[in-house]
């Protein structure tokens, strides 16, 4: 194949050459994902506490998952049971080893203390 050959997806063989003799081609396919797109996400106000599985995104191709994290260039997903606190994440979608940009994502985490409230006379 041309290295300026645009591969498709597709079945195609390789094989090797060493002196002049050529092995018997083995088949593979390949699989193109052409320019992920990022997702689609909203601020997310979460009530008292919440984990990285309390969040949602749009937009994701047929058989792609959602990576979030918390920086724009961690390396590693966090994991769905990491708790939340209030800030910026980041969420891409990957499929098959392919990722696409990430979107930012504000997250508010808001408290849910019960008021202190004192004791009182009504008089009527």
Same mark, same amino acid.
Request: with cysteine; net charge positive; proline share 0%.
């Given at each position: 194949i041309s290295s300026s050959l645009i591969v498709?997806?597709?079945t195609y063989y390789v094989s090797q050459i060493i002196n002049?003799?050529?092995s018997?081609?083995?088949q593979i396919q390949i699989a193109? @994902?052409?320019g992920l797109e990022k997702p689609g996400a909203n601020t997310h106000n979460i009530c008292g506490s919440g984990t990285v599985a309390d969040l949602t995104a749009t937009g994701a191709v047929a058989g792609a998952v959602y990576n979030w994290y918390n920086s724009a260039t961690s390396t590693t997903p966090l994991a769905l049971t990491a708790a939340l606190t209030s800030g910026v994440y @980041?969420?891409?979608q990957s499929i098959e080893g392919c990722e696409s940009p990430r979107r930012s994502v504000t997250?508010?985490?808001i408290n849910q203390t019960a008021p202190v409230v004192n004791?009182?006379?009504l008089c009527g």
């Open positions: 498709t997806t597709g002049s003799c050529e018997v081609r083995s193109v @994902y052409a @980041y969420v891409s997250v508010k985490i004791a009182f006379v």
